[in-house]
């Protein structure tokens, strides 16, 4: 084997690859543009909707067959349109109003029910607003109540509860995103390799180039060797792509999150050098995996078609384990090390979670890289059956 | 030279079984002189130059290229040969200079040396307005001389041609015989295959027919005439590939 070799087919795949625009788009554009469309839809849609809802004027439909006081005045402080209504459930039912209140009952201690169509996300926050409301008119009254009684008003609360996260903040975006990013780098990085690495095999094949590599002094495992490296460098790069987008859009999607008035959606971007540094080396055998499990299937393929035919079902089949990482509460144990993929999913989220063991980290790695190995001697043996290389 | 010894090549096909595509073929091809192996399609002449290459392995017999055996020293041999086809692609997406690095270099050239081989075939093939230009953007004609040039830019002492004209026009055709004469006259060893009978005449000095994996007849056109006692080309070629006779029962 010569190094000098395996360097003329790696530049030479490169510089072709760099040419194609499948491969251009499945490595650089997916990442680049998927990602921060994610982040944006969500900051957009989501956010966007709630604080919008928080000061929007809706109508509302009251029906008020007690004498209970105050109601409809203190929901129009509260900033909503108030009109008299026999049914506020149809009124919201018929879309005629936002939301509904009706207070029924004894004037003494009567029930207030609040219609809403909580399928819609305005409605939701906005019944949120009418109890808020009415809660500030329950505790005037009380307030009142016992000044009259000459009870004091400190009786009400004897004791304060307060609840304390102490998950730092890192940890708490690390269970979101991790779960995300574990995700999104094992679709990525096997979608980063598809494209190269079915353009070099069953792409040669079906243009008639092979022979001519074939018969040049390159040796096959060379050839092999120079093909699988340029699938690894491409879902590489993917992955790098993943995390450059990853981190730009987190970077402004939090902006978003920030004047959304959610506070305790307030992240950190949970990539300190340490971190970063693991999940770089943790990338590395996936990519090697990923690329030479691509490159060795591909190569059993005749056409470019065929080869799409044979890795897309495999793609969709190797991203359900990668859902693992969704699961909350799962901790990545021995056993889990050895399997591939969730393995790595697994891994990528409890190192953004900072909650990671070496044990967990290294029989990953390792069970990747055997795994990688396996793949690789896979794609030798392919590479040198003559039969499957001219396939017809 | 080449020294074919009982080349064999046979498949396992589920369906129909032992498929013999080359059976004990034979033959030597000198140095500044033309080989053709002349047959229909699917006789085993792609099989049988693909061996050679060292694409393929053989099942049994082996040959000597240049001195090295293609099954022992298949490296040794490819730094030897320069093998082309005639549907062989090219890398669509690289340009006839890019290519000719790429397979300057895989067979040890490189720095100057490298680019005034490269500039020499340019001039050669009259190819420098189409050298920079992706190849998909390029004629049939520019592709089948950057196919050539590509076969032959580490000058190697013998080329091997797998239908080297099949699918080209007249013109580009006549580039392609005439650079393997010149080749001849430099002294290379040229095996080609062929399935027209003209071609085999007109560029070949020794012709062997092949014919379902075995060679039929062996020699030099007189040779062949005198073997059938026909003179027309195409009664020849029947003759040798055994078909008249069915052709005179059915008649």
Same mark, same amino acid.
């Given at each position: 084997?010569?190094?000098?070799?395996?360097?003329?087919?790696?530049?030479?795949?490169?510089?072709?690859?760099?040419?194609?625009?499948?491969? %251009?788009?499945?490595?650089?554009?997916?990442?680049?543009?998927?990602?921060?469309?994610?982040?944006?839809?969500?900051?957009?849609?989501?956010?966007?909707?709630?604080?919008?809802?928080?000061?929007?004027?809706?109508?509302?439909?009251?029906?008020?067959?007690?004498?209970?006081?105050?109601?409809?005045?203190?929901?129009?402080?509260?900033?909503?349109?108030?009109?008299?209504?026999?049914?506020?459930?149809?009124?919201?039912?018929?879309?005629?109003?936002?939301? !509904?209140?009706?207070?029924?009952?004894?004037?003494?201690?009567?029930?207030?029910?609040?219609?809403?169509?909580?399928?819609?996300?305005?409605?939701?926050?906005? @019944?949120?607003? %009418?109890?808020?409301?009415?809660?500030?008119?329950?505790?005037?009254?009380?307030?009142?109540?016992?000044?009259?009684?000459?009870?004091?008003?400190?009786?009400?609360?004897?004791?304060?509860?307060?609840?304390?996260?102490?998950?730092?903040?890192?940890?708490?975006?690390?269970?979101?995103?991790?779960?995300?990013?574990?995700?999104?780098?094992?679709?990525?990085?096997?979608? !980063?390799?598809?494209?190269?690495?079915?353009?070099?095999?069953?792409?040669?094949?079906?243009?008639?180039?092979?022979?001519?590599? =074939?018969?040049?002094?390159? !040796?096959?495992?060379?050839?092999?060797?120079?093909?699988?490296?340029?699938?690894?460098?491409?879902?590489?790069?993917?992955?790098?792509?993943?995390?450059? @987008?990853?981190?730009?859009?987190?970077?402004?999607?939090?902006?978003?999150?920030?004047?959304?008035?959610?506070?305790?959606?307030?992240?950190?971007?949970?990539?300190?050098?340490?971190?970063?540094? =693991?999940?770089?080396?943790?990338? %590395?055998?996936?990519?090697?995996?990923?690329?030479?499990?691509?490159?060795?299937?591909?190569?059993?393929?005749?056409?470019?078609?065929?080869?799409?035919?044979?890795?897309?079902?495999?793609?969709?089949?190797?991203?359900?384990?990668?859902?693992? @990482?969704?699961?909350?509460?799962?901790?990545?144990?021995?056993?889990?090390?050895?399997?591939?993929?969730?393995?790595?999913?697994?891994?990528?989220?409890?190192?953004? =979670?900072?909650?990671?063991?070496?044990?967990?980290?290294?029989?990953?790695?390792?069970?990747?890289?055997?795994?990688?190995?396996?793949?690789?001697? !896979?794609?030798?043996?392919?590479?040198?059956?003559?039969?499957?290389?001219?396939?017809? | 030279? %080449?020294?074919?010894?009982?080349?064999?090549?046979?498949?396992?096909?589920?369906?129909?079984?032992?498929?013999?595509?080359?059976?004990?073929?034979?033959?030597?091809?000198?140095?500044?002189?033309?080989?053709?192996?002349?047959?229909?399609?699917?006789?085993?002449?792609?099989?049988?130059?693909?061996?050679?290459?060292?694409?393929?392995?053989?099942?049994?017999?082996?040959?000597?290229?240049?001195?090295?055996?293609?099954?022992?020293?298949?490296?040794?041999?490819?730094?030897?040969?320069?093998? =082309?086809?005639?549907?062989?692609?090219?890398?669509?997406?690289?340009?006839?200079?890019?290519?000719?690095?790429?397979?300057?270099?895989?067979?040890?050239?490189?720095?100057?040396?490298?680019?005034?081989?490269?500039?020499?075939?340019?001039?050669?093939?009259?190819?420098?307005?189409?050298?920079?230009?992706?190849?998909?953007?390029?004629?049939?004609?520019?592709?089948?001389?950057?196919?050539?040039?590509?076969?032959?830019?580490?000058?190697?002492?013998?080329?091997?041609?797998?239908?080297?004209?099949?699918?080209?026009?007249?013109?580009?055709?006549?580039?392609?015989?005439?650079?393997?004469?010149?080749?001849?006259?430099?002294?290379?060893?040229?095996?080609?295959?062929?399935?027209?009978?003209?071609?085999?005449?007109?560029?070949?000095?020794?012709?062997?027919?092949?014919?379902?994996?075995?060679?039929?007849?062996?020699?030099?056109?007189?040779?062949?005439?005198?073997?059938?006692?026909?003179?027309?080309?195409?009664?020849?070629?029947?003759?040798?590939?055994?078909?008249?006779?069915?052709?005179?029962?059915?008649?």
């Amino acid at each position: 084997m010569r190094l000098q070799t395996i360097k003329l087919i790696y530049l030479k795949e490169i510089l072709d690859l760099l040419r194609d625009r499948r491969t %251009i788009i499945s490595m650089l554009v997916l990442p680049l543009l998927v990602l921060p469309l994610i982040f944006l839809g969500l900051n957009y849609f989501l956010f966007r909707s709630i604080s919008r809802a928080q000061d929007k004027q809706f109508n509302l439909a009251l029906k008020q067959e007690t004498g209970l006081e105050g109601i409809a005045s203190s929901l129009e402080q509260a900033g909503f349109k108030v009109r008299p209504s026999d049914n506020p459930r149809s009124a919201v039912e018929n879309k005629e109003t936002d939301l !509904g209140v009706d207070v029924s009952g004894e004037t003494n201690s009567p029930t207030i029910r609040i219609y809403a169509d909580q399928s819609q996300l305005e409605a939701t926050v906005a @019944s949120g607003r %009418i109890e808020t409301a009415l809660n500030q008119l329950k505790e005037a009254r009380v307030k009142n109540e016992l000044q009259r009684a000459g009870v004091p008003e400190r009786i009400l609360t004897p004791f304060t509860v307060e609840k304390v996260n102490t998950a730092p903040p890192k940890k708490m975006s690390g269970m979101f995103i991790g779960a995300m990013i574990g995700y999104m780098f094992v679709t990525f990085m096997l979608m !980063g390799a598809m494209y190269p690495a079915i353009d070099m095999t069953a792409g040669e094949k079906e243009r008639r180039t092979m022979e001519m590599i =074939l018969s040049s002094p390159a !040796g096959r495992v060379e050839i092999v060797l120079g093909k699988i490296l340029v699938a690894i460098t491409a879902s590489f790069m993917t992955s790098v792509m993943t995390i450059i @987008s990853f981190g730009v859009s987190f970077f402004f999607g939090m902006k978003g999150f920030r004047s959304a008035r959610q506070p305790q959606l307030i992240m950190e971007i949970p990539l300190d050098a340490k971190t970063f540094a =693991l999940i770089f080396v943790s990338i %590395i055998p996936m990519a090697i995996l990923s690329a030479t499990l691509m490159i060795a299937i591909a190569t059993m393929a005749k056409s470019y078609k065929e080869a799409q035919s044979y890795l897309t079902p495999l793609l969709l089949v190797a991203i359900i384990p990668a859902m693992v @990482s969704f699961l909350p509460g799962v901790k990545l144990n021995a056993w889990m090390a050895l399997i591939p993929i969730v393995n790595f999913s697994q891994l990528i989220k409890e190192l953004m =979670l900072g909650d990671w063991s070496w044990i967990g980290f290294t029989l990953t790695l390792l069970s990747n890289l055997i795994y990688a190995a396996i793949a690789f001697t !896979g794609a030798v043996m392919v590479f040198k059956n003559e039969r499957i290389l001219f396939r017809t | 030279m %080449i020294n074919v010894k009982d080349l064999t090549k046979f498949y396992q096909d589920k369906k129909r079984g032992k498929i013999v595509a080359v059976d004990h073929i034979s033959f030597e091809a000198n140095n500044g002189a033309i080989f053709g192996l002349l047959g229909p399609n699917g006789a085993g002449k792609t099989t049988t130059l693909r061996m050679l290459a060292t694409i393929l392995q053989p099942t049994g017999g082996t040959a000597n290229i240049g001195g090295h055996d293609i099954v022992k020293e298949s490296q040794q041999v490819r730094r030897k040969i320069g093998f =082309l086809s005639g549907d062989m692609g090219l890398y669509h997406r690289l340009t006839p200079r890019e290519i000719l690095r790429f397979f300057g270099r895989l067979n040890g050239l490189n720095g100057a040396g490298l680019n005034q081989r490269i500039e020499r075939l340019f001039e050669l093939f009259d190819m420098h307005q189409f050298a920079d230009s992706k190849i998909d953007t390029l004629s049939t004609g520019m592709r089948q001389k950057t196919a050539i040039c590509r076969t032959i830019v580490h000058d190697p002492p013998i080329l091997i041609l797998d239908e080297p004209t099949s699918g080209l026009d007249v013109p580009t055709a006549h580039v392609v015989e005439g650079y393997i004469r010149d080749a001849k006259v430099a002294g290379k060893c040229i095996v080609l295959s062929t399935h027209v009978m003209e071609e085999a005449e007109y560029l070949c000095d020794r012709i062997a027919v092949i014919h379902q994996g075995r060679i039929r007849a062996l020699g030099t056109m007189d040779d062949l005439r005198s073997m059938t006692g026909k003179n027309r080309l195409r009664e020849i070629f029947i003759e040798l590939l055994g078909l008249n006779e069915t052709t005179n029962n059915q008649g």
